[in-house]
């Protein structure tokens, strides 16, 4: 049963960073994508950044182009986001998921969340 736990959310100023990790277990041997999303209130969820966790190759909203990386560590199983300069319109809650459609498509596993809260 695949498992996924983020954390790392906060408050920051804008122009600030934030770093989000997701520890992962469970997943099936064939997941090589994985991704964060985010949703802010009023808003429909949307992609923020997707990884093949096998070569590295990434994709990344406009938004949050060269502001944002996504990387994984295979030795512990975690995905992370670091955000740089921060802006207001990046507060949302962002979920990690795992085993899906390249880059923003359906996907299998979620985690359950953190909040990220930018303050002009």
């Known amino acids: 049963q695949g498992r996924l736990v983020e954390s790392g959310g906060g408050s920051v100023q804008a122009g600030g960073s934030l770093r989000l990790s997701c520890e992962h277990s469970?997943?099936?041997?064939?997941?090589?994508?994985m991704a964060w999303f985010r949703q802010a209130p009023g808003k429909e969820r949307e992609g923020v950044a997707a990884i093949y966790i096998v070569g590295s190759h990434t994709y990344y909203a406009d938004s949050v182009k060269g502001r944002f990386a996504i990387s994984h560590d295979k030795a512990k199983s975690t995905l992370y986001l670091q955000m740089n300069n921060l802006q207001p319109d990046d507060t949302a809650m962002y979920f990690c998921?795992?085993?899906?459609?390249?880059?923003?498509?359906?996907?299998?596993?979620w985690g359950q969340g953190t909040q990220v809260t930018v303050s002009s």
């Open positions: 469970g997943l099936p041997l064939g997941t090589f994508i």
């Open positions: 998921a795992a085993d899906g459609d390249w880059p923003f498509g359906e996907y299998n596993y």
